[in-house]
């Protein structure tokens, strides 16, 4: 096996060099060369051939001469160059590149019989790939065509000229809101009117039976008046299906503005709904300076729109009124039947709350809103859940158990109440961003030297609580770091040795301690101590793979 | 074998001739595969730049299309010469269209003070391949369409190295360049897609 690999490098080069010889036009010896590889002999005729075709190709016609093909930079495309600039493009004529996205290239154009300026949007080539694309790209097209509403960016013409698809519309002198909310804070009272004007644009489209579904704030076009204009509609699910292979990069880039119903793959589920979702992203964008979820990684982002809530926009601004907090809110439920039941009745709210009159939306019920807070805070509420299990147990056994050693309720109840205390404190400090990652390992270090000091004011190891450790080290890996998995392992076994030396050194010479009445059998510790170690070395490496997948997805497109 | 095959696409050309849609169809869908690769490996020889070149194709087969009744020829060499023709002159628009806004759009004085400047490209539409040699001649006149054939069948990579490599004849390292690789993986790559070529031809004799 060892010299297979020079072997190949052989052959690469003898090929490499008949190869060379066919092109330059040399008769290279193929006798001599089938004499000392005669297994290549199939493999020359492919050279024969393919080079057969390049010389139909190529030899036929006098390439031109180098000084007449004017110098074009090697990193140009032909069909963005054919698209760069046709300025002559059948009745229009494009006057300057506005824009470019995934899908196209946008212009400002001139129509020349009727003397109004337009925008052309053209497709790129690539993204209407098969016969059926185009035929879908034109059907949706050609029924957003025929919208007319005045906060819509109204499509004059679909057609397919100098082998482009491309649609005219109304051209908006402007900024697209995403420009706007770059530029700085938008006053409250604009917001409101803004999102209510868009969703009323789209509450006309789901009239029409066309969904959005890609409503972000680039695609918000602001005229000199600041009155908006809802563009590109309709046309993400085709595109979606169109260029596969972007298709992840396509649904994670925008994954900010987009419903969990949607994130989550299945965007043939779009709805109304799905629309809403993005109407109260966009609202929150403007009342806070930033999408209800945004992670560096993609990815994440996807994660936290799929099961998180997101932080309340009076905890980032807090000029943002109850109220208006609460329509928010109500249009990122989660499940789509907890939002409006229509763009038009999140238009209606909106309108409410700016003429100062009563709300349609409702204060979820307290069930509702304690699931919501958990989604919010889950490491917090996490926490407080198992402390509550804890202390309700705790006082049960007080109340009905056996007596326990004097003093023991009593200091127990002090630790569970520290305990909470320093959750809740922390779960603060993990929001200021300079703070969020040492306090995540303070905080884990602080909850095993919790559970150590109950176990030791308890049974130690004969404790049923001893379970608490591997508890601890299943819960680091929700933080989806590998070093953290490992630093809480490295703990809850360094605990575990106190309290086994604990036991042999003390509880066992202490005939009063239950401990005492324990077996003194040493290999029920090496077996926990290597269960924690699995449960941290298997944890560790979920993570890692979660995160090596993660890393893959968040590749920017 | 290549006899039979030879003789097989000679049938299918008379049977096309003669008004069977099917063959017909089937002969277009080879063509297509051949002009696939034709078309880019003449334009971005030529322009220096890659290039989708799907309209272009599209064009050449809607006009071979409708021309095919005034092609007399019987041999597979014969269709592929005249197929060439059509698409050289459709490439000779595109090409003059695309210098024309290349040049517009980079405005930058280019001069074209020979009025042929883009004659070659009309002219000698025959293929002239001074290199060939008999038993080339012979093996490309019956090889052609299944070697085409074979090469729709390789993955994108491969076809992309083979497509620079032996039909655009660029070296290594301009191909290199091109797929943004380093030169020892795109020769590997393209030792590989050789072998690749090699086995699917074989696996259909």
Redesign the interface.
């Known amino acids: 096996m060892s010299d297979a690999l020079p072997e190949?490098e052989r052959?690469?080069e003898r090929?490499?060099e008949y190869?060379r010889q066919?092109?330059?036009?040399?008769?290279p010896n193929?006798d001599e060369l089938l004499r000392e590889h005669p297994k290549l002999a199939?493999?020359l005729?492919?050279?024969?051939?393919?080079?057969?075709?390049?010389?139909?190709?190529?030899?036929?016609?006098?390439?031109?001469a180098h000084?007449?093909?004017?110098?074009?930079d090697?990193t140009?495309?032909?069909?963005s160059?054919?698209i760069?600039?046709?300025?002559d493009f059948g009745s229009y004529e494009l006057l300057e590149e506005i824009g470019r996205g995934g899908m196209g290239v946008v212009y400002r154009a001139r129509q020349k019989g009727l003397d109004r300026t337009v925008a052309v949007k053209m497709i790129l080539?690539?993204h209407l790939a098969s016969p059926e694309h185009v035929r879908r790209f034109r059907a949706e097209a050609k029924a957003a065509a025929g919208l007319r509403h005045a906060n819509i960016v109204e499509i004059y013409e679909v057609g397919h000229l100098?082998?482009r698809h491309f649609f005219a519309m109304e051209y908006v002198d402007g900024i697209s809101l995403a420009q706007r909310i770059a530029r700085g804070p938008v006053d409250l009272e604009t917001a409101v009117r803004l999102v209510a004007e868009v969703a009323r644009a789209v509450d006309h489209l789901h009239r029409q039976g066309i969904v959005h579904r890609d409503l972000k704030p680039s695609n918000i076009l602001l005229d000199a008046q600041d009155k908006p204009y809802v563009t590109d509609f309709g046309l993400a699910k085709v595109f979606a299906a169109g260029a596969e292979a972007t298709t992840t990069g396509a649904i994670l880039g925008t994954a900010s503005y987009m419903a969990p119903e949607q994130a989550s793959g299945h965007s043939g589920d779009a709805t109304h709904a799905s629309d809403v979702y993005s109407l109260g992203a966009i609202l929150y964008e403007l009342l806070t300076g930033r999408p209800p979820f945004r992670d560096e990684n993609p990815m994440e982002t996807l994660i936290q729109v799929l099961t998180r809530e997101p932080v309340l926009p009076r905890q980032l601004n807090r000029n943002v009124p109850r109220p208006l907090e609460m329509i928010c809110l109500k249009c990122l439920s989660k499940s789509p039947d907890d939002r409006y039941a229509s763009a038009a009745a999140l238009a209606d709210d909106l309108e409410h709350f700016l003429k100062g009159e009563t709300l349609t939306a409702r204060l979820p019920n307290l069930l509702q809103r304690i699931l919501m807070w958990s989604r919010r805070e889950p490491a917090l509420a996490a926490r407080l859940a198992v402390l509550g299990l804890f202390f309700v147990v705790h006082v049960a056994n007080h109340a009905l158990g056996p007596p326990l050693p004097p003093g023991f309720y009593e200091k127990m109840l002090i630790i569970l109440g520290v305990w909470a205390a320093t959750a809740v404190g922390f779960q603060q400090l993990l929001k200021v961003p300079r703070w969020s990652l040492p306090a995540c390992f303070i905080w884990g270090a602080l909850d095993s030297a919790l559970l150590f000091t109950v176990l030791f004011l308890a049974n130690g190891v004969a404790s049923s609580l001893i379970v608490g450790y591997p508890l601890l080290i299943v819960a680091s890996g929700l933080w989806f770091r590998v070093r953290f998995v490992w630093f809480m392992g490295g703990l809850s076994l360094a605990s575990y040795g106190a309290h086994v030396l604990d036991f042999y050194l003390r509880r066992v010479q202490d005939p009063n301690d239950l401990g005492g009445v324990l077996d003194l059998r040493w290999d029920r510790h090496v077996i926990f101590a290597v269960a924690l170690l699995g449960i941290s070395g298997g944890v560790a490496y979920l993570v890692h793979r979660v995160r090596v997948l993660s890393s893959y997805y968040g590749q920017k497109p | 074998m290549a006899e039979a095959e030879r003789s097989e696409i000679a049938d299918l050309i008379r049977r096309a001739q003669q008004g069977d849609a099917e063959s017909r169809e089937r002969l277009f869908a080879m063509l297509r595969s051949y002009l696939g690769?034709?078309a880019r490996?003449?334009?971005e020889?030529?322009?220096?730049?890659?290039?989708?070149a799907?309209?272009?194709v599209?064009?050449t087969l809607l006009e071979a299309h409708r021309d095919f009744d005034r092609f007399q020829g019987g041999s597979e060499g014969q269709l592929?010469?005249w197929l060439?023709k059509i698409l050289?002159h459709n490439t000779a628009d595109f090409v003059r269209?695309?210098?024309g806004?290349?040049?517009?759009?980079?405005r930058?004085e280019?001069?074209?003070g020979?009025p042929a400047?883009?004659g070659?490209?009309i002219?000698?539409?025959?293929?002239?391949?001074?290199?060939?040699?008999p038993?080339?001649?012979f093996?490309?006149?019956d090889?052609?369409l299944r070697?085409?054939d074979a090469l729709e069948k390789l993955s994108p990579d491969y076809q992309e190295v083979?497509l620079l490599?032996?039909?655009?004849?660029l070296p290594?390292s301009e191909v290199a360049?091109q797929m943004g690789r380093s030169r020892p993986a795109v020769?590997?790559l393209w030792?590989r897609a050789?072998?690749k070529?090699?086995d699917i031809?074989?696996d259909e004799l």
Not at chain 1, 45 to 64: E, F, H
Not at chain 1, 76 to 79: M, Q
Request: aromatic letters at 4%.
């Open positions: 190949s052959e690469l090929l490499d190869l066919l092109q330059a036009g040399e008769r193929r199939r493999v005729d492919c050279l024969d051939g393919l080079d057969g075709i390049a010389s139909d190709l190529l030899d036929g016609v006098t390439r031109p000084e007449e093909t004017p110098k074009l090697a140009v495309t032909l069909s160059s054919v760069q600039m046709p300025s080539a690539g100098q082998g | 690769f034709a490996a003449q334009l020889s030529w322009l220096k730049v890659k290039v989708d799907s309209d272009l599209q064009q592929l010469a060439r050289l269209h695309y210098r806004t290349a040049k517009r759009q980079v930058r280019v001069r074209f020979n400047a883009s070659p490209l002219g000698a539409p025959e293929p002239a391949a001074p290199g060939a040699t038993s080339q001649e093996l490309r006149r090889n052609e070697l085409v083979i490599r032996n039909l655009q004849r290594f360049e020769q590997m030792k050789i072998d070529l090699r031809m074989e």
